[in-house]
């Protein structure tokens, strides 16, 4: 759904308005923040002109060269980062701070800008400043991101749980496979947003104020890389658990069939020896020829079934 939020300070709170006219007809330093929400092109362009900065296009914010993801100005901070959405989708978002008022863009419903709108609401002395709000939103971002990877191990454990010899099957292989997809997918994300911290805390459009809320971030960034590896290790363990699973179901196929051909090897030998018809064979002409060559198969598997036994290979 299309909208747009103006957040600005009136009285010691924080009010919201959704009007790009009443930003015109206010004081410009009274807003901190402005988030666009899958608006329409005309109402990007009105906003560049009255702030005079430029709304990149999506094309531009996925570009993957960190030149592209972060770029400062003599008056401007630019940052493109991805959020995922619970279905693992990406969103781009794009954050523009110029003259302590935060600009986003974006083009989905995005859980972590609702809980930033609920911090600064409650608290609107602690976000003076567009570059707070900011903070906020990767802060919020990030702790969303450790939700989506405490919700990941949870899986990765179940799925640990339910892997046995008998539930070995092409189902839990793709499961596997679909957590490792999403599992790199978290860390791309994770450490996208640890080389936009890392460069704000060297930014000077950031108020060192600031700096360790960034600081605290970094760490908990790092903290949710170790935890993704960890992730990552396990599903990789998982993966080699489940096809030494096959390889001894496959074996022991192999096994069965063995044991099956070489029970019935000798009554083969003896049939085939009799299915010759030689005329100076004596059995062929006695009465009792004939059970004589099937005690003599039936003998023959007992005694191989014995020495399997024996062998414990049975």
Excluded at 211 to 223: E, F, G, V
């Amino acid at each position: 759904m299309a909208e747009i939020k103006l957040f600005y300070h009136k009285n010691g709170i924080i009010r919201l308005s959704r009007s790009l006219d009443f930003l015109k007809s206010n004081p410009i330093g009274s807003f901190l923040w402005i988030d666009l929400n899958d608006v329409d092109e005309e109402i990007e362009n009105e906003l560049e002109d009255f702030l005079k900065i430029y709304i990149q296009e999506e094309e531009e914010m996925i570009e993957i060269e960190v030149s592209s993801r972060y770029i400062e100005t003599n008056d401007t901070l630019v940052i493109n980062s991805n959020f995922l959405l619970s279905n693992f989708e990406s969103d781009p978002v794009s954050f523009i701070l110029k003259n302590n008022i935060l600009v986003t863009v974006r083009s989905q419903e995005l859980i972590s800008f609702h809980e930033t709108v609920k911090k600064i609401s409650a608290n609107p002395k602690n976000y003076p400043t567009g570059a707070d709000v900011l903070v906020a939103l990767l802060e919020t971002r990030v702790e969303f991101d450790a939700d989506m990877i405490e919700n990941m191990t949870q899986k990765i454990t179940h799925l640990s749980n339910s892997l046995n010899m008998q539930g070995a099957d092409r189902n839990m292989l793709n499961e596997i496979k679909n957590l490792q997809e999403k599992t790199m997918m978290l860390r791309e994300n994770v450490i996208d947003k640890q080389r936009t911290v890392s460069s704000m805390l060297r930014s000077d459009f950031i108020p060192k104020e600031l700096q360790p809320k960034l600081s605290m971030i970094i760490k908990d960034i790092n903290s949710l890389i170790e935890h993704i590896n960890f992730s990552f290790d396990r599903l990789d363990y998982l993966q080699d658990t489940f096809l030494g699973y096959v390889n001894i179901e496959q074996n022991n196929i192999i096994k069965i069939f063995t044991i099956v051909s070489v029970i019935f090897m000798p009554p083969t030998l003896i049939a085939s020896i009799y299915g010759m018809n030689f005329s100076f064979m004596p059995e062929l002409g006695e009465k009792w020829g004939y059970p004589f060559a099937i005690i003599l198969m039936v003998v023959s598997v007992v005694i191989i079934l014995i020495y399997f036994k024996k062998k414990k290979l049975m």
